[in-house]
């Protein structure tokens, strides 16, 4: 029963209000310091009023960071490439993986299915640094420290439990007489498989992907021990900032805006199939 | 004494950013103590609306509500003396059923030996007394909602709601099950609103059936007049199955011309002096369409015998009808076979508006 | 040698035997209905043989080769789904389509077949829309058209209209022998509605606890049911059912029931001095407002109208129920119940069971 009135209204809007100022506050603070320069920032009291300066985003792009020190050479860019890089690369290879193994363990139930399942889930609960130790020393011995495959290799840790266990559920929520009716119109599994199961789990497939691109571009322990200067992404690449002379908070937020800008905008994208996958709706017949 | 009137009920769902809902239209009923009624429609004809809110469970948006002399709307649901039984079976999981049979009795303050005997007796009429220690989530779906209508039934309120009381029950069960529910209702002169989709149902258990279809009550009335004198072409076609056969056709002249779905014509029947000329749809009931006679030439599309009757299928010159009878008959498929449509057995209905014109020899108005 | 021969199939879930020995022979073009309770492993044996399933052992022959060995897509059957399992993100046209694609037919030759499979099932209107568009009883025509439209030389069809609403359902009845007999190959169909059983079967089979406890005509069935549990399932309401002693009187038999003496006629003599379980049909019980000759005595305590037939609720001398059945024009005789009449029973035909295990006591030879 729905009896709002207008107090009752007003009052839901407000809450809202409040809740969203709560968590977007920071977010929109550090929005604002990346168009200020340090001095404005440390002001007593801080305020809201200031001359914008776009030279925080100039500095991370020309990779010449300007302070009271001296010039320091930073590789931002680099880093940002390289966050684009080594996430987009897991996702894929996770998927590529991930996405017929979680078919596998919907569909079919064999010797040991839910060990190897709950394992592979199993590399989410053990704190990194326990791994890390033993990891980096293996990767010194087999020579993937500070490459591309090596740190790709390592965030499989982290991408391929999240496809798995998210699209396993997809794939099981599809009731399997659709597939089996498929199969008897004459189509081989295969063809089930990408006509039918594919297609119909997509919105899982595309959640699964966003979340675990998001959780490869967060990485930083992984990162900050297994690769050097010139494979470090986004995250590890912002210590930078912090130099000899003091913390360069404009640069730091302004480095932060650009290191949210591709997550956001692939969640923007993605939210389509999001969408579509709640109103395609009626997969249980 | 406990007659319970439904004037002008209206009820209206708003909800925000959305047109409001009128789920139930000006409904106005007269129930008589001790009557049982049903309420029947199909999802969304307004029929649980207004159950929900001669239980207290919805608000009346318009009209008023009285049981006996004392006006319903404005009482909470527990100060109308009204026993319901859920479609969701609603039990108390942490009790037995046994406990959950006899709750209201309890409260009530009821001596100890009297809930004992009345539980036994309402247990033994819908065989639960089986069960009677075992917990709800422990038993089928059949036996909850069993449990459910003994803890509705048991306490012989002024007024008895059920809604959808019979749909899961167990299929041998069910003739029985309602023969035994109907004699306890009319034994103790409950008076009894129950809601259905299934008009099978409704015909057993009701004195009265209100019939309804987007939150219009459509007809109000004994089983026999439904079937017998439905008012529109909403009735005739709800009631009954197998449903009445309805063809489309039109008045000209002396003659009623029937046509096939694709529109061409297909055979005439005889018209009545008053027949205004115009469009209009000609019903009969299955069992009054007579097979082995007649004017009319047909083919055997299915003959079905169901031990007790038998349903056939003829193809009229491109019409389809559907024949009953009680006793078997030996026709092939493929065969043809002579039918007759008795005059008396003719509804016709007004094209437009779905109103009935004539029963039979007998005007609707 | 039967066209479709499915051999001893065993089959167990986790610890569960679900079909027992299971053997059934399906002739070219022969409409065969599985029939039995939910649960009973009905659809399980229509995996078996659409190949999606494989059993524990036993043998599935088409033409008396064994097609154990092959997938799903090559054993060419066609299947329609209890809950249609359409292709939720294709249109009605491709869900048709599916078969003739997976066979690679030219697009003007599947657009030619589609339409006109279309045509037959009364969908052509929809083609275009997506199942979330599609009514409950076009999705049924849809999942029934995509079985269909390949001409496979066995369809399974799995309680294709459980889930169609009941006018539907009847109408689908009627029309489906036609349609069936016109496609022309072996039919296995599944349903828990002895109705659509005893409607659609050229034979019915009943399946309960895993094993088919018989196989018959199904005017054979509801006539000689092998056993109570199959009389039980056939018969709407269902077969009354009374433990008796028949003992010799006189030069014929006779037993207590309903706390008179009642003298059984010849055919029965064999059953003299065994204990046995007599079930009487409702239809075999003529009732009576006024004494009539072999009439027993009863009260009757309602009146619940069914559809063609009216249900009578009797109460006998010795405290028992009775059901029993009178055709609609009779029931006025009756009015509400409660009032004294006089019951006559067709003790000719009765049919009699084994107490323990339930098994038929045959006729006399």
Redesign the interface.
């Known amino acids: 029963m729905d009896r709002s009135n207008p107090v009752t209204k007003i009052l839901r809007g407000l809450a809202l209000l409040a809740i969203g100022l709560f968590f977007l506050f920071p977010l929109f603070w550090v929005a604002l310091m990346s168009f200020q320069t340090n001095e404005q920032i440390l002001r007593i009291p801080p305020s809201i009023v200031f001359e914008p300066t776009l030279s925080n985003y100039w500095a991370l792009i020309s990779g010449r960071l300007v302070s009271t020190a001296g010039v320091l050479e930073i590789k931002f860019m680099g880093n940002l490439w390289n966050s684009v890089f080594l996430s987009t690369t897991s996702v894929a290879l996770a998927l590529i993986l991930g996405v017929p193994a979680a078919y596998a363990f919907a569909r079919f139930r064999f010797r040991l299915s839910e060990d190897i399942a709950f394992t592979l889930l199993s590399f989410r609960f053990a704190p990194p640094l326990l791994v890390l130790l033993p990891l980096s020393l293996y990767f010194q011995d087999i020579g993937l420290t500070d490459t591309y495959v090596g740190l790709i290799w390592v965030y499989q840790l982290i991408a391929l439990p999240l496809i798995l266990w998210i699209v396993r559920g997809y794939f099981e929520d599809i009731s399997p007489d659709i597939e089996h009716a498929y199969r008897i119109d004459g189509h081989s599994w295969w063809k089930t498989f990408t006509k039918i199961a594919l297609p119909l789990a997509r919105p899982g497939i595309a959640a699964a992907a966003l979340l675990s691109f998001i959780f490869c571009w967060n990485n930083f322990i992984f990162a900050l021990i297994l690769a050097s200067a010139g494979k470090q992404p986004v995250t590890v690449g912002a210590l930078a900032f912090v130099t000899a002379s003091g913390i360069q908070y404009g640069q730091i937020a302004a480095a932060v805006i650009l290191s949210i800008l591709p997550t956001l905008l692939l969640a923007l994208y993605a939210q389509r199939y999001l969408v579509e996958g709640l109103s395609l709706g009626a997969v249980k017949g | 004494m406990a007659e319970l009137n439904l004037t002008a009920v209206d009820k209206i769902?708003?909800?925000?950013g959305k047109p409001p809902v009128h789920a139930v239209r000006s409904v106005d009923m007269a129930i008589g103590d001790g009557e049982i009624v049903g309420l029947l429609g199909?999802s969304g004809c307004g029929k649980t609306s207004t159950l929900r809110m001669i239980a207290g469970f919805?608000?009346v948006s318009r009209g008023e509500i009285r049981l006996g002399s004392r006006v319903l709307n404005e009482l909470a649901p527990a100060e109308r003396g009204v026993a319901m039984a859920f479609e969701g079976y609603a039990l108390y999981p942490p009790l037995t059923v046994r406990d959950n049979v006899g709750f209201a009795l309890l409260r009530a303050r009821t001596p100890k030996a009297e809930i004992e005997r009345r539980v036994a007796e309402i247990a033994s009429l819908l065989e639960i007394g089986d069960i009677l220690d075992r917990y709800p989530p422990t038993i089928s779906a059949g036996q909850q909602q069993r449990t459910s209508l003994a803890r509705a039934l048991i306490r012989r309120a002024d007024l008895s709601l059920l809604d959808e009381p019979m749909s899961q029950l167990e299929?041998?069960?069910?003739?029985?099950l309602?023969?035994?529910i109907?004699?306890f209702l009319?034994?103790h002169k409950m008076t009894t609103v129950f809601v259905t989709h299934?008009?099978?149902e409704a015909?057993?258990?009701a004195?009265r059936i209100a019939v309804m279809e987007g939150g219009v009550l459509q007809q109000f009335a004994a089983?026999?007049d439904l079937?017998e004198r439905p008012a529109n072409l909403f009735v005739a076609?709800f009631i009954?199955?197998?449903?009445m056969n309805i063809m489309a056709g039109e008045i000209a002249g002396q003659e009623i011309v029937i046509r096939t779905v694709q529109g061409e014509k297909a055979f005439t029947l005889p018209a009545q002096a008053g027949d205004r000329p115009g469009e209009i749809r000609v019903g009969i009931r299955?069992?009054r369409v007579r097979v082995g006679e007649g004017p009319l030439k047909g083919q055997v599309?299915?003959n079905?015998?169901?031990?007790?009757?038998t349903?056939l299928?003829i193809e009229v010159e491109g019409v389809?009808l559907?024949a009953?009878t009680?006793g078997t008959l030996n026709i092939g498929?493929g065969e043809a076979v002579p039918v007759a449509l008795p005059g008396d057995a003719l509804h016709l209905f007004d094209a437009a508006s779905g109103a009935a014109l004539r029963h039979g020899e007998v005007s609707a108005a | 040698m039967a066209f479709l021969d499915l051999d001893r199939l065993s089959l167990a879930f986790k610890k569960e035997q679900v079909l027992k020995e299971a053997s059934l022979q399906v002739e070219r073009g022969e409409t065969v209905v599985v029939f039995g309770p939910s649960g009973g492993g009905k659809t399980v044996l229509l995996r078996l043989v659409s190949g999606v399933m494989q059993p524990d052992s036993g043998d599935v022959r088409l033409n008396g080769r064994s097609i154990l060995d092959q997938g799903p897509e090559e054993r060419g059957v066609g299947m329609a789904f209890q809950n249609f399992a359409l292709y939720p993100h294709m249109p009605a046209f491709e869900n048709i389509a599916s078969p003739l694609r997976a066979r690679r037919l030219a697009d003007s030759e599947i657009e030619r077949r589609v339409h006109e499979t279309a045509r037959l099932l009364k969908i052509d209107h929809v083609l275009k829309h997506f199942p979330k568009e599609l009514s409950n009883g076009q999705k049924q025509r849809t999942a029934l058209g995509r079985a269909l439209i390949a001409g496979p030389e066995v369809l399974l069809l799995d309680d294709p209209l459980r889930n169609v609403d009941a006018k539907l359902r009847y109408e689908m009845r009627i029309e489906l022998p036609r349609l069936l007999k016109s496609f022309g190959g072996s039919v296995l169909y599944v349903t828990q509605d002895y109705k659509e059983a005893m409607a659609l079967g050229d034979r019915v089979a009943v399946l309960l606890d895993g094993r088919f406890l018989q196989i018959d005509r199904p005017a054979e069935i509801y006539k000689n049911p092998a056993d109570v549990r199959i009389a039980r399932l056939f018969g709407d309401p269902t077969i009354n059912l009374y433990p008796v002693q028949p003992r010799p009187a006189g030069n014929g038999i006779e037993i207590e029931l309903f706390g008179s003496k009642v003298t059984l006629p010849g055919s029965h003599g064999h059953l003299q001095g065994r204990e046995c379980l007599m079930g009487l049909r409702p239809e075999h019980i003529h009732v009576h407002t006024e004494p009539v000759e072999g009439g027993l005595p009863m009260e009757l305590d309602a009146v619940t109208p069914l559809n063609v037939r009216t249900v009578l609720f009797l109460r006998t001398q010795d405290n028992r129920e009775l059901l029993a059945t009178c055709s609609e024009h009779e029931q006025g005789n009756f009015g509400r119940g409660h009032r004294a009449v006089h019951a006559r029973i067709d003790f000719e035909r009765a049919l009699f069971f084994e107490p323990a295990s339930g098994t038929r006591l045959p006729a006399a030879a």
């Open positions: 769902y708003q909800s925000r199909s919805e608000d299929p041998q069960l069910r003739a029985i309602r023969a035994r109907k004699d009319i034994e299934d008009q099978t015909l057993a258990l004195d089983p026999a079937k076609s009954g199955e197998p449903p299955p069992h599309v299915s079905q015998w169901l031990g007790d009757q349903h299928g389809l559907v009953v009680d498929i």
